[in-house]
């Protein structure tokens, strides 16, 4: 089965944890004219920990770095897949079929027949092989 996979800059973005931290960041990016494409964000102690594809890293990274939290870049494999039950379990199978190790990843669907599959792997190079 093909996908239409391909990859991505991700910036890995750890902030404070507290209350408004979301809108913060999200407004900040906002307000620079960069439009998010795929987002994971949770706390973890006390620590906030955001996951972000944008149109613009560059700029996005700039604007996050000058409030003073930090970025770091990562390389991940995204795909675009159909909505339907067990597609994500399909992605999972070629990748550990192909001895490839997922560390993360995340997805989301607006129920529009298809969903959004961002993944960082061990060999970012060979799961986009194997998935296209």
């Keep these: 089965m093909q996908h239409n996979v391909w990859?991505?800059?991700e910036l890995h973005v750890t902030t404070p944890n507290e209350a408004g931290i979301m809108g913060r960041v999200l407004g900040t990016l906002a307000n620079a004219g960069v439009n998010l494409k795929a987002l994971c964000a949770y706390a973890e102690e006390k620590k906030g920990i955001f996951h972000l594809i944008t149109s613009d890293?560059?700029?996005?990274?700039?604007?996050?770095?000058?409030?003073?939290?930090?970025?770091?870049s990562h390389k991940v494999v995204v795909v675009k897949i159909d909505d339907r039950i067990g597609a994500g379990a399909e992605i999972g199978a070629l990748l550990g079929n192909a001895a490839i190790d997922i560390q993360y990843s995340y997805a989301t669907s607006v129920g529009a027949g298809q969903a959004l599959f961002v993944l960082k792997t061990n060999n970012n190079k060979k799961a986009a092989e194997t998935l296209s």
């Design 7 to 9: 990859q991505e800059s």
């Design 57 to 72: 890293n560059k700029k996005a990274e700039k604007c996050l770095k000058a409030l003073g939290y930090k970025v770091k």
